[in-house]
């Protein structure tokens, strides 16, 4: 098999040339768009129900790196065959194949809703062609958080399949489930250049460029639970856990059926996963705010260079070594972007997290005071969630005497009553406890929030008390850090 001669360069915004071509895969020919440059290629996967053109807005802005879109066999400008599957082997053969077609040994996967499942298992798979793993608003298995949208659901049911046929069947009705179904997701109807007219329409009625992908719909549909049962057994199994290879999680945050709970519990099933959650986007970041996705790809990928090895003299020997013991600890790190400057998010968060005043704690400490009086004096410095900052380095106003200007400002973040409990379950947790969040600014001005995971932090003292606190701690966190970023 070989690639088609035919092909045709378009022009993407900004000024950036890609090439459409058809290659060939075992059940039929795949469309794709290349933008030619850096390697390793970013290769982008669309979900259900749409197809490559959920990609429009992001894909000029990953340049220099060569990006690969392309639809799946069944939907958008790919061939319609009878003979194309949806489950994980398939569709892990049709991405091999293309791989293959375009000559890419090892590509970064960006996997979206449906394909995330896809681009997971082709990295156990195969980990030696996957440089980098990402997944934006995904499922991947029975996750408590999991949220089904209804028409999934409905389609996805047996037991409903001759409502669910009869409605798909009929025009009307088969418009109405998409129009209550858009409306859920907070989609644009009606703009014609809108993600729900350009990309979603089509897999449903068709347009002039391509047939309806009901044949798709249906078949990955009518597959789903047992594809969640596949996926539990992957978890089961310890695969991603033990897979080596980078992951990046990015969602919209305000998805309303893929949250950010979900978000963090699909962080969880990898080893050391970076999570991003993006303000004021949806089930489709990428198209909300592509250049905040753009810019966590390349973050991404920046870091899996990884730093420079530093060589060591010998050490001369010593006559006693400290005992010690190692125990491996996998900390999920939570970023927000903000929607407002550094300035005014730092403002924010202080409100939210207010600094404790250290004079009230050394003279609480001096006068050797009772644990009573503590437990009378403390509330009335915790903000709205229950925290404090016990200290807050502005590490900006130093670095930035360089010239050039810093924003950057971390918090060690508790609540002095509740530490007593958790350090008196494990003396150990004051490694923890406070834990760290830090305000940043990156390179282009945008503000961000960031802090690991409590809870996760917390994991690796083995207390299941501990372990409790540790998942309050993650839902009080969360919502002072949103109340800074939010409008």
Same mark, same amino acid.
């Given at each position: ?7 045709n360069?378009?022009?993407t ?6 090439v459409e ?8 020919r795949?469309f794709?768009?290349d933008?030619p440059?850096e390697?390793?290629p970013?290769?982008l996967m669309?979900g259900?129900?749409d197809d490559?053109r959920?990609y429009?807005k992001?894909?000029?802005l990953?340049s220099?790196?060569r990006?690969v879109?392309f639809d ?6 790919s061939?319609?065959?009878d ?5 994980l082997? +398939?569709h892990?053969s049709e991405?091999a194949?293309?791989l293959d077609q375009?000559?890419?040994s090892?590509a970064?996967?960006?996997?979206h809703?449906?394909?995330g499942?896809?681009?997971?298992a082709f990295a156990v798979d195969h980990p030696e062609?996957?440089?980098?793993l990402?997944?934006l608003n995904t499922?991947?298995?029975?996750q408590?958080?999991?949220q089904l949208?209804?028409m ?6 047996p037991a409903?399949?001759p409502?669910?046929d009869?409605m798909?069947?009929?025009?009307g009705?088969r ?20 993600l729900?007219i ?14 309806d992908a009901?044949?798709a719909?249906?078949t990955?549909?009518a597959?789903?639970f047992d594809a969640l ?5 992957l978890?089961d199994?310890?695969a991603l856990?033990?897979?080596e ?8 945050e ?6 950010p709970s979900?978000a963090a519990e ?6 050391e996963?970076s ?6 986007a949806s089930?489709w970041?990428?198209?909300?705010k592509?250049e ?6 390349r973050k991404?990928?920046?870091m ?9 003299a010998d050490?001369?020997?010593?006559t006693a070594?400290p005992?010690h ?6 900390t ?8 407002h400057d ?6 924010r968060?202080? +409100?939210?997290?207010p ?6 704690a050394l003279d609480?400490?001096?006068r050797?005071?009772?644990?009573? +009086?503590?437990e ?8 709205p969630?229950?925290?404090v900052a ?5 590490q900006?106003?130093l ?5 050039e200007p810093?924003g950057a400002?971390r918090y060690?973040v ?9 350090l008196?379950?494990?003396?150990a947790?004051?490694?923890?406890a406070p834990f760290g969040?830090?305000?940043f600014?990156?390179h282009i001005g945008s503000?961000h929030?960031s802090?690991?995971q ?6 690796s003292l083995g207390s299941k008390?501990i372990d ?9 966190i969360g ?8 409008d």
């Open positions: 098999m070989a690639i088609q001669t035919e092909s360069e378009v022009m915004e900004p000024d950036v040339f890609s071509r058809r290659v060939d895969t075992p059940h039929g795949v794709v768009r933008m440059g390697d390793p970013i290769v669309h259900f129900p490559h959920i429009d992001l894909l000029p990953l220099p790196r990006a879109v799946w066999l069944g939907y958008g400008w061939d319609r065959s003979a194309a599957g949806f489950s082997d +398939e892990g991405l194949a293309v375009l000559g890419i090892r970064v996967l960006v996997g809703d449906a394909s499942p896809d681009a997971v062609r996957v440089a980098h990402v997944l499922m991947f298995g029975h408590p958080a999991l949208p209804e999934i659901r409905l389609l996805a049911d409903l399949t409502l669910a009869a798909i069947n009929d025009e009705q418009l109405w489930l998409l129009q209550h179904t858009a409306d859920q997701w907070g989609l644009d109807a009606v703009d014609p250049d809108s729900a350009q990309s979603i329409l089509p897999q449903f009625f068709g347009d002039a460029s391509q047939p009901l044949t719909i249906r990955w549909t597959g789903l049962v596949r996926q539990d057994a978890i199994s310890g856990s033990r897979l290879v980078p992951v990046s999680i990015i969602f919209g305000t998805d309303r059926y893929l949250t979900l699909i962080a969880g099933l990898f080893r996963p999570l991003h959650l993006v303000h004021n089930h970041p990428q198209w909300n592509p905040t996705v753009a810019e966590l790809i991404a990928l920046t899996d260079k990884g730093p420079t090895p530093v060589q060591h050490l001369p020997a010593r070594v005992m013991t190692d125990t491996e600890q996998h999920l790190r939570i970023t927000y972007q903000s929607s550094f300035e005014t998010t730092r403002a968060l202080d +409100e939210q997290i600094l404790l005043d250290p004079l009230v609480l400490v001096l050797d005071a009772s644990w009573a +009086e503590v009378s004096t403390v509330p009335a410095f915790l903000g969630t229950g925290f016990l200290a807050r380095l502005d900006g106003a670095l930035s005497l360089n010239g810093l400002t060690l508790g609540n002095p009553i509740l530490a007593r409990r958790v008196s379950a494990e003396p947790a004051a490694l923890y969040v830090a305000v600014a990156d503000a929030v802090y690991d409590p809870s996760s932090l917390f994991a008390e409790e606190i540790g998942r309050e701690l993650d839902d009080k919502q002072a850090v949103v109340a800074a970023c939010s």
